[in-house]
């Protein structure tokens, strides 16, 4: 029998999901915070609308259920704490489609004991204006190892969403997490990927990346002193115009996940008495950024 599921924020992600699980008959309950009729992708070669509406009212989220895709930002994880409460029994798994390697420690508070399972979320996907998602390249998710991916596993199997499970999930988290850590330097200047062709900006992203090497280290993650140079070339190889999700949130004003982004490194940093000095700086200009005030 198919697995019972809901999407508690159905933006870019939450939409991609939903809709790759409602195009095999598999159509999850929505549960969001603007009301909808439905919900539409699109995309190269893809056009999916799932039926809705899209539910706002936790009070009537229609009880537990087996599979719990978790899909709000994670500054929105304590506003959407009520929708946890009413979907999670005991036996449910809350997998959290969310970037940053905290996701257990933020989200179990809510789940009354359900099971939390963290994923890599690896495609890029944009909400449009119209409240539509624009799906730019092909939807893939990474798993730890473990019984509670297996859930997650049967509900995608043989979606247009791919899933694989990464015996070292800490490392590939990690690996992630340096990625949209430097992206953060974009916010601070208001620039796209063509910044990091600028010779000091590159330096200054190495740097940044040797530190959060660090911290990642020190939390387990087997990472080679050749990734902060893989993420710059990355980051320099992409069209100049490129931009990020925190850039995007930064330039219509929305609260930014510099915490769970950027502020995770010094904060593991202290932890472990690993010095993070470049965190120090950039870690306080994002969180104003983000949250003022001024
Ligand atoms: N987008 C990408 O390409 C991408 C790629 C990799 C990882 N990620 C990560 O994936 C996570 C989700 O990002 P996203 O881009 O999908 O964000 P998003 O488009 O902003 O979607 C968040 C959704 O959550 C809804 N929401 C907010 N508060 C809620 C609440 N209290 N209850 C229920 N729903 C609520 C929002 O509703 P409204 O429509 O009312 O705002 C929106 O539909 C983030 O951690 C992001 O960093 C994103």
């Given amino acids: 029998m198919d697995p019972s599921i809901a999407v508690v924020g159905p933006g870019a992600i939450g939409t991609t999901v939903a809709a790759a699980l409602h195009e095999v008959g ?3 309950r929505i549960c969001g915070r603007t009301a909808r009729e439905r919900l539409e992708l699109h995309g190269e070669a893809v056009r999916i609308a799932v039926p809705g509406p ?85 939807p893939r998710l990474t798993l730890p190892d473990g019984t509670a991916s297996h859930v997650v596993l049967d509900a995608l199997r043989g979606t247009r969403c791919s899933t694989d499970v990464a015996a070292d999930f800490t490392s590939v988290a990690w690996r992630k997490l340096l990625q949209n850590a430097v992206a953060g330097l974009m916010v601070l200047t208001g620039r796209r990927s063509g910044m990091f062709a600028r010779t000091d900006i590159a330096e200054l992203s ?19 002193d050749e990734v902060p140079h893989e993420i710059v070339d990355g980051f320099r190889s992409y069209p100049a ?7 995007a949130d930064r330039v219509a004003d929305r ?22 000095p470049i965190s120090d700086l950039l870690v306080p200009l994002l969180a104003a950024a983000s949250d003022g005030p001024g």
């Fill in 54 to 138: 899209v539910r706002i009212d936790p009070a009537r989220a229609g009880g537990a259920v087996d599979l719990v895709f978790l899909a709000v930002k994670s500054t929105q994880v304590e506003a959407a704490a009520p929708w946890l409460a009413a979907l999670c029994g005991a036996d449910t798994v809350v997998c959290v489609l969310q970037n940053g390697v905290e996701q257990e420690s933020t989200v179990s508070p809510y789940t009354s004991g359900a099971r939390v399972l963290p994923a890599v979320v690896w495609f890029p996907a944009e909400a449009q204006p119209d409240g539509s998602v624009r799906l730019r390249g092909e």
């Fill in 26 to 28: 598999r159509t999850p």
């Fill in 255 to 276: 609260p930014l996940e510099w915490n769970t982004r950027n502020g995770v490194v010094p904060r593991r940093g202290r932890a472990h008495g690993i010095p993070t």
């Fill in 241 to 247: 115009d490129m931009g990020t999700s925190i850039l």
């Fill in 206 to 224: 190495l740097a940044y990346l040797r530190e959060c090497l660090a911290v990642a280290r020190a939390e387990g993650a087997v990472l080679g």
